[in-house]
């Protein structure tokens, strides 16, 4: 069975900086790219970033470029997103994703995990 | 960036009743389109994806369709289960960008 755990959200202050992990079980997990989407309070989806699942190839939203860093380590089953320089708009839930192998489309989800920017 | 418009923004249908949604690209994205479910307080499941295809476990009464930028989703006949809010998302070229979603409510 698939299970992505994620870890590490919390409360930090504007310009702060937070590390978020999610551990990953029941696939291949190099063999797949893995992603963070995210949910601002009573708003849509968002894709953030997203890394192959080498890890030799990064994308990332133009709202978090810069700031914002994915990375993953396949010897421990683990997706990190590295959060710089955090901004009152980055506030939401983050989830860890699993791409689909046939499309870009996220078959597994994990199960969420809150930041909140606030000062 | 691509921009995703999901209409209507809330659906009133009743049980048993078919409901149709719809989503446009701003500029083609070919067939690459999916279409999650989400409840409240839960993650997103993914429906369909490369615009009709369903994915793993998702019963039949659920058909997506569509290329270029105009996609829909169908639901057969709605059951309880299946009130919720729907977005899509294409997954043609980065950034993959969501619809803002429709909820489907209980008419």
């Known amino acids: 069975e698939v299970q992505l755990l994620e870890s590490g959200g919390g409360l930090v202050q504007p310009g702060e900086s937070l590390r978020l992990s999610c551990a990953a079980s029941g696939f291949t997990f190099s063999s797949y790219a893995m992603g963070w989407v995210r949910q601002a309070p009573g708003e849509g989806l968002e894709w953030t970033s997203i890394i192959s699942g080498s890890g030799d190839n990064t994308y990332y939203a133009d709202s978090v470029k810069g700031r914002f860093t994915i990375s993953r380590d396949n010897s421990k089953n683990t997706l990190y997103l590295q959060m710089n320089s955090l901004r009152v708009e980055d506030t939401a839930i983050y989830y860890c994703?699993?791409?689909?192998?046939?499309?870009?489309?996220?078959?597994?989800w994990g199960q969420g995990t809150l930041v909140t920017v606030s000062s | 960036e691509t921009v995703m418009t999901q209409s209507p923004a809330t659906l009133s249908v009743s049980p048993g009743e078919r409901a149709t949604l719809s989503c446009r690209a701003s500029q083609s994205v070919s067939n690459n389109v999916a279409w999650y479910q989400q409840k409240p307080g839960q993650a997103p499941r993914l429906l369909i994806y490369?615009?009709?295809t369903r994915a793993t476990g998702i019963p039949a009464r659920f058909s997506g369709s569509g290329s270029g930028t105009e996609f829909t989703l169908t639901i057969s006949s709605l059951q309880s289960e299946d009130f919720a809010v729907y977005c899509c998302?294409?997954?043609?070229?980065?950034?993959?960008?969501f619809g803002q979603g429709t909820k489907v409510e209980i008419k």
């Open positions: 490369g615009a009709s």
């Open positions: 994703a699993k791409r689909l192998a046939a499309a870009g489309a996220v078959d597994y």
């Open positions: 998302q294409h997954h043609n070229n980065w950034p993959w960008t």
